[in-house]
C-alpha cells in the first residue's frame, strides 16, 4: 500500500526497479517545468511469482485529478497485464477515495472491503479478472497494441500535454 516514508529503503528500490522490466511494467506521465519535467501521474503493476496475477499502484496529482489521467494510466496497465498474459489484477485504495473507487468500477475491478484490514472499512481491495467482460477485453487488447507500439517509442501522449514514459519489455 502507498504510503509517505521518511528514508526509503533504497536497496529495496533497487532490486524492484532492476527487477523491471521482467517483472512488471511502470508509467509515468511528465509535464514540462521549468527546471526539465514534472511528474504528474504515475501507475505501476507488478507481476506476481506466479506470473498470473498482477498488484498494481497508481497516483496522480491533486491538479490533475479529473482530466482522464488516471484512465490513460491504468488503462496502459491493463493492456500490459493482459499482453503479458495476467488472469487478474489487484490493488488496495483508501475506502475514502471515492474517484478511484468509481474509476475502478468503470473499468470493471470489483470494489470491496480488504478483509485484511485492521481498521474497520478504511481501505477498499480492488481485482479484475482481466478475461471477464468481452467489451472490456477488446478494449484492452487495443490498448495492449498501442502499449507495445508506445514502448517502442518510449513516449505515450496523453490528456492536457502530458507525456507519459514506460518502462517494460516484452
Sequence with gaps: FMRVVREPNLERVRQVLASF???????V????????VDIVGSAIVVFGSGASSGEFAIN??????????????MN???GAARWRGLADMEGYVLAANKPM???AAGLGFSVAPDPDDSVAASIARLVRDLGLRADLAARDRATAASVRRSVAQSRISTARGMVAHSCYRG
Design 29 to 36: 506521465a511528465t509535464i514540462p517545468a521549468a527546471d526539465g
Design 76 to 78: 496502459a496497465l491493463i
Design 101 to 103: 473507487l468509481r474509476l
Design 21 to 27: 522490466p521482467g517483472n512488471g511494467f511502470g508509467i
Design 60 to 73: 496522480v496529482t491533486a491538479g490533475y485529478g479529473g482530466a482522464g489521467l488516471g484512465g490513460t494510466l
